[in-house]
DNA sequence: TTCCACCTTCCCATGGTGGCAACGTCAAGC
DNA sequence: GCTTGACGTTGCCACCATGGGAAGGTGGAA
């Protein structure tokens, strides 16, 4: 089986597995003799559990340790469950993060007209929290202009 | 004032400040002699409305068009609200992706004993989804560890 | 034989930031 | 005046995971 059909059977791209093979997340496929990589029913499985690994936003290197465990039959559940209640600590400080970006946006937003007229409320807070009434740039001198040298 | 007052004042990196003067979001700095980049209280407003909206989680392309909205004395509050909007939905769902990740690592870790005994449903959940009870690699030959060429 | 789909390696880009190297500048203390 | 140290400059590389594309080789079918 060459690699864009493994790729096929499994989700992922050709470029994908050619890259988890360059750091190490794979053994060296074995090649034909023109070069091609080979890839088997075996070899789907562990592209299987990288792919529903990533889908769960585990990083490559921490895969690298969930395979191991994978194949670790004197492994104790506890270390893979660590292992998982760190990265869902990861995932709810992301989530908390995004939120309050959410919510802080949504409260300016909801202050704001919408319409034709340039009082911004969204802008204001941005150029001044504390004084969000004022929402003209004090420089205007198109300090968003990039300038050639 | 040089570069490193500017970062001090704003919260910002030196590094950050001539980021975002070579990407165009800042005007080219006026020089000292010597070519240092000299900034004046102006200067700080721009940067921290350039920092407070990167705490809002805009990217720096749509950062630029903040800026130009915040500068522009004729512009509706409509196309700041659609911007903010836009980013809302963005958030929304990435908070979506990430909460959906944790649900099923939540999901799968509750049913984990997490003590020595190897037997683990996280494991067997990424192996195979539809036997779950199986959770050694079926491969079993050294797939993570990388061989040399 | 020709053609097309596929494979290979290699390099570059993303986004936003940090780190480091190699070098220039400024001000204070001696 | 000289040294020292803090600060400035540019330029390159790294992160992370992935995509794009170039340039060239392979395989199989018509």
Known sequence: M?????????????????????IGLLK?????DAGYRQYHDNDLHVLRFIKRARSLGFPLEQIKVLLS???DRKRASKDVKALAQKHILELE??????????????GL????AGDQRPDCPILSKLADPLHPHCSL?????????????
């Open 109 to 112: 937003s909801q202050d704001c």
């Open 137 to 149: 740039d004090p420089a205007q001198n198109g300090q968003h202009v990039r300038h050639q040298k």
């Open 93 to 106: 400080a992301k989530i908390r993060e995004l939120s309050e970006m959410r919510d802080v946006l949504e």
């Open 69 to 71: 465990l994978w194949q």
């Open 2 to 22: 060459n690699i864009g059909h493994a790729a096929k059977a499994t989700g992922l791209s050709s470029k994908m597995i050619r890259h988890y093979e360059v």
């Open 28 to 32: 060296n496929a074995t090649r034909t």
